[in-house]
């Protein structure tokens, strides 16, 4: 099971952090992604970990102002979000794929999935 969290309002210009937490198992040799969903659009696909190198993949929308990371310790994935726009605005979810030697972005890939988490950045 996947757990996503961190979740909330915050005005234009703020930062969040998301996390997802893995329970149950450890995501090993896994690739965790966070994907968002806004109001009438489809799932977008954010960003991608490879747990066992720590490689990352960003969607072009986020890039330079989002940061994936992950804790060992923890069995934790972040999602730093900086320079927050409104059209960031989106539920975010987090997924994983077992045993990944790639980083996949498209949803059909994955084989987890988090219960989502409501970003709301206003203007």
């Given at each position: ?69 992950r804790d060992n310790a923890k069995n934790t994935v972040y999602l730093q979000m900086n ?41």
């Amino acid at each position: 099971q996947l757990q996503a969290s961190g979740g909330g309002l915050v005005q234009a210009g703020g930062s969040l952090r998301l996390s997802c937490a893995a329970s149950g198992r450890t995501f090993g040799s896994d690739s965790v992604g966070w994907f968002r969903q806004a109001p009438g659009k489809e799932r977008e696909f954010v960003a991608v970990i490879r747990w066992r190198d720590g490689n990352t993949y960003y969607g072009d929308t986020v890039k330079g102002r989002f940061t994936i990371s992950r804790d060992n310790a923890k069995n934790t994935v972040y999602l730093q979000m900086n320079s927050l726009k409104p059209e960031d605005t989106a539920v975010y979810y987090c997924a994983a794929r077992l045993t990944s030697n790639w980083l996949p972005t498209v949803q059909s890939d994955y084989d987890y999935w988090g219960q989502g988490t409501q970003v709301t950045v206003s203007s």
